[in-house]
């Protein structure tokens, strides 16, 4: 049986109760394919409820290690550093034997992850990485450099850049600054634009161009704010865009930020068709899907998230079982003081010719979430 669908069994063997087994794993009862895990107790902790995705990713992730007859806490902390932490720390004092973290700000996890380590808690970083810790055994998360690599790739194919004649205004935004993924994010994207940059291919009339990925931050959007991204879009649009000049091109990181530079495009005057530019995205959030098929938005890099909380879930399965933990790179994420053995999953371009294939199709979004 696939992953996925033993996935998907697991989620419908969800009304089944079954006493914890007495060797590492059992079948469930009912034909369904879940296995419940041995001393199974995780804490999960994930950044915020503002944003779609992470409410998905929690209650997927919970649901699945439920069926499976885990203990699990989940909690959101608001985008709040300390808020996550006490809760890292009441999950260790609960009793967690596994933490799984989607950190806020990826530096800031030392000291309770001592304190975890000292009580043999296992840690994986979700979708982020967990910076600066010994105290890290596992990440997973989705390809990050591939998602900027897509996004530049994309703006680079539409804008037919290796014939263009005229340069091309562009607007670079990239994440929040103290989120490990946006650096990755910026790289992927940037190595790919930077070099028409420097031609003269593109221009940013802005100048808020980094010279390298190193200053990527300098350009980073705090918290990955929808209405802070939309103050900055103001600015550069009433600063810069005088005398009839338009933005053709705006690389956004995300979706969340995308809505607020469309948001921002929109109070400025601009309309879906000829004269409206270009807007990357990633994660597929049913506001930017709608915006996808308004013509607002060109493209989202949708990582599914049912992956990652799936690739999550054998983890902990296989670190319950003790067996060995299966990753596929061991080379990219350094966090300071080690490579941290990842998992990495491939994310997809979606346009809006794909949303019915893609999204759809597969049972991501609803079509009715998207008014389709
Ligand atoms: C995630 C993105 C998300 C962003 C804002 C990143 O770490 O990888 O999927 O859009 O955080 O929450």
Redesign the pocket.
């Known amino acids: 049986m696939s992953h996925k669908t033993r996935f998907v069994a697991m989620i419908a063997a969800a009304a089944l109760t079954l006493p914890l087994a007495a060797c590492s794993t059992t079948p469930a009862p009912g034909g369904g394919g879940g296995d419940a895990l041995k001393d199974c107790n995780v804490g999960i902790t994930m ?2 409820r503002s ?1 779609e ?2 409410i998905n990713d929690g209650a997927q992730l919970q649901k699945a290690l439920q069926d499976a007859k885990c203990t699990v806490d989940l909690q959101y902390a608001d985008n709040k550093v300390d808020q996550q932490i006490s809760q890292i720390q009441n999950q260790i004092a609960g009793g967690a034997k596994i933490l799984v973290i ?1 950190s806020i700000d990826g530096t800031a996890l030392g000291p309770v992850l001592e304190e975890a380590a000292k009580q043999q808690v296992k840690v994986i970083a979700y ?2 990485l967990i910076n600066g810790s010994p105290n890290v055994d596992y990440y997973a ?2 390809d ?1 450099y591939k ?1 900027g690599q897509l996004q530049g790739n994309f703006l680079k194919d539409q804008l037919k850049l290796d014939s263009a004649s005229s340069p091309i205004n562009l607007e670079p935004f990239a ?2 600054p103290d ?4 650096k990755f ?1 910026f790289s992927g994207a940037w190595d790919v634009l930077l070099p028409y940059v420097e031609k003269g291919t593109l221009t940013v009339p802005s100048g808020k161009a980094p010279k390298s990925d190193a200053d990527w931050a300098t350009i980073g959007i705090q918290g ?1 704010d929808s209405a802070k991204a939309q103050a900055e879009m103001d600015n550069r649009l009433s600063s810069f865009y005088t005398g009839g000049k338009k933005v053709q091109a705006v690389l956004s ?4 930020l995308a809505i607020g530079i469309v948001a921002s495009l929109k109070s400025a005057g601009y309309k879906p068709g000829a004269d409206y530019p270009l807007i990357t995205g ?2 597929g959030d049913k506001a930017n899907v709608k915006a996808i098929l308004a013509g607002e938005q060109s493209m989202t890099v949708w ?1 599914d998230t049912r992956k990652l909380g799936e690739r999550v879930f054998t983890m902990i399965k296989q670190i319950t079982s003790g067996q060995t933990v299966e990753v596929n790179d061991t080379k990219t994420y350094n966090n300071g003081v080690k490579v941290v053995p990842s998992y990495l999953i491939e994310p997809e371009v979606v346009t809006k010719d794909l949303v019915q294939s893609k999204l759809i199709d597969s049972g991501f979004l609803k079509a009715s979430d998207v008014g389709l």
């Open positions: 950044p915020t944003l995705r992470w989607a979708d982020r998360t989705f990050n998602v994440g929040s989120d490990n993924n946006a994010f990955w990181p995300n979706d969340s990633q994660d990582k």
